[in-house]
């Protein structure tokens, strides 16, 4: 049985004489212990979705199932103490100014009853889980943002939850501290067995520890799949928009507006063959490389390039056929990329 179950859920707001629909009829299925990852670009209601499933925002329509409980079935009491075994780690770190990192950390532990002396033990355990043993009296104006970060993944670890909910946890964060905070969920993941749900409009967060990715567009789920399969063969718009990143200022960007654009990816099991040298040796006629990178997708390593083939449709046919003969995945990726 899934830990998480959403069921056709859709919510809608008013907005002065129009209603907006945030989300609409999502299905999701997330198992215990697993990475999964909700991207969508700024807008696309998956914020709205993470705070559905802890029923922060009450769905219009629809049901979330936390281990086959339905919350909306939920006393305030009920789920209050539902809550409690949801963690939730947000973008501004959400720390308060006034006490220190420990007081930080155990007042969740103080919020639900539990003795002073307990709490700060539970914290200094969860201080050492993130590696910041040495700033428990620190306060959070003396901390960088990825301090902050490990105290905010520490406070909400304190309940002992059996899932974290993590809204854009790393987009204030530097590269560098990105992966270190990534690399550091991952560990928590693997060492508590906590179920991590990501939302993120950053396809490489994705790529770097999820297992499982649902793409959300304008309220809709439009792709949902295992991480790799979803990178390799992008079959949605919005996920081919996602993969190639169109939005990094540091991307490359031409236009051929005579040719076709085509995405490669090259895993494991493709072929070592000189391929784009071989491509221009076979069929004597040029072809440009837009793009060519190597990312990290769920641990290893996978090769993109993107090429733009010269002009004749049944030249580029015949191109793209030679290279699917490779064991290579190839899509279509439009003019500008």
Same mark, same amino acid.
């Given at each position: 049985? #899934?830990?998480?179950?959403?069921?056709?859920?859709?919510?809608?707001?008013?907005?002065?004489?129009?209603?907006?629909?945030?989300?609409?009829?999502?299905?999701?299925?997330?198992?215990?212990?697993?990475?999964?990852?909700?991207?969508?670009?700024?807008?696309?209601?998956?914020?709205?979705?993470?705070?559905?499933?802890?029923?922060?925002?009450?769905?219009?329509?629809?049901?979330?199932?936390?281990?086959?409980?339905?919350?909306?079935?939920?006393?305030?009491?009920?789920?209050?103490?539902?809550?409690?075994?949801?963690?939730?780690?947000?973008?501004?770190?959400?720390?308060?100014?006034?006490?220190?990192?420990?007081?930080?950390?155990?007042?969740?532990?103080?919020?639900?009853?539990?003795?002073?002396?307990?709490?700060?033990?539970?914290?200094?355990?969860?201080?050492?889980?993130?590696?910041?043993?040495?700033?428990?009296?620190?306060?959070? #104006?003396?901390?960088?943002?990825?301090?902050?970060?490990?105290?905010?993944?520490?406070?909400?670890?304190?309940?002992?939850?059996?899932?974290?909910?993590?809204?854009?946890?790393?987009?204030?964060?530097?590269?560098?501290?990105?992966?270190?905070?990534?690399?550091?969920?991952?560990?928590?993941?693997?060492?508590?067995?906590?179920?991590?749900?990501?939302?993120?409009?950053?396809?490489?967060?994705?790529?770097?520890?999820?297992?499982?990715?649902?793409?959300?567009?304008?309220?809709?789920?439009?792709?949902?799949?295992?991480?790799?399969?979803?990178?390799?063969?992008?079959?949605?718009?919005?996920?081919?928009?996602?993969?190639?990143?169109?939005?990094?200022?540091?991307?490359?960007?031409?236009?051929?507006?005579?040719?076709?654009?085509?995405?490669?990816?090259?895993?494991?099991?493709?072929?070592?063959?000189?391929?784009?040298?071989?491509?221009?040796?076979?069929?004597?006629?040029?072809?440009?490389?837009?793009?060519?990178?190597?990312?990290?997708?769920?641990?290893?390593?996978?090769?993109?390039?993107?090429?733009?083939?010269?002009?004749?449709?049944?030249?580029?046919?015949?191109?793209?056929?030679?290279?699917?003969?490779?064991?290579? #995945?190839?899509?279509?990726?439009?003019?500008?990329?």
């Amino acid at each position: 049985m #899934s830990e998480i179950e959403i069921k056709e859920l859709t919510k809608k707001f008013r907005v002065k004489e129009h209603t907006v629909t945030a989300l609409d009829h999502i299905n999701l299925s997330v198992e215990k212990g697993d990475i999964f990852g909700i991207i969508g670009m700024s807008g696309a209601g998956k914020s709205t979705l993470v705070r559905s499933i802890n029923f922060l925002e009450t769905p219009s329509e629809g049901q979330v199932l936390i281990d086959g409980v339905d919350l909306a079935g939920l006393s305030e009491k009920e789920l209050r103490k539902k809550r409690s075994e949801i963690g939730m780690i947000f973008q501004g770190f959400n720390l308060l100014e006034q006490k220190n990192v420990i007081d930080n950390i155990c007042f969740p532990l103080e919020i639900a009853g539990v003795k002073k002396k307990e709490a700060r033990k539970r914290a200094g355990e969860l201080l050492k889980t993130v590696s910041l043993e040495d700033k428990e009296k620190a306060y959070p #104006s003396q901390l960088s943002g990825g301090q902050k970060q490990r105290v905010a993944i520490a406070r909400a670890l304190a309940s002992n939850p059996g899932i974290l909910l993590c809204d854009e946890a790393t987009s204030a964060l530097d590269p560098q501290t990105t992966e270190s905070i990534l690399q550091l969920l991952k560990e928590i993941n693997e060492k508590y067995g906590i179920t991590i749900v990501m939302i993120t409009h950053q396809m490489s967060v994705v790529t770097r520890i999820c297992k499982k990715v649902a793409i959300i567009e304008n309220g809709v789920l439009v792709e949902e799949g295992a991480v790799d399969e979803v990178f390799e063969t992008p079959k949605s718009d919005a996920a081919r928009e996602l993969i190639l990143e169109k939005k990094n200022e540091y991307l490359p960007v031409e236009k051929l507006k005579e040719g076709r654009n085509i995405r490669i990816v090259f895993h494991d099991n493709s072929s070592y063959e000189p391929l784009v040298a071989n491509l221009i040796l076979n069929f004597n006629r040029p072809v440009n490389i837009l793009k060519a990178d190597t990312k990290n997708v769920g641990g290893k390593a996978r090769g993109e390039m993107i090429l733009g083939l010269p002009a004749g449709a049944q030249l580029q046919d015949e191109m793209i056929e030679w290279i699917r003969q490779r064991g290579l #995945s190839v899509t279509e990726v439009g003019e500008d990329v």
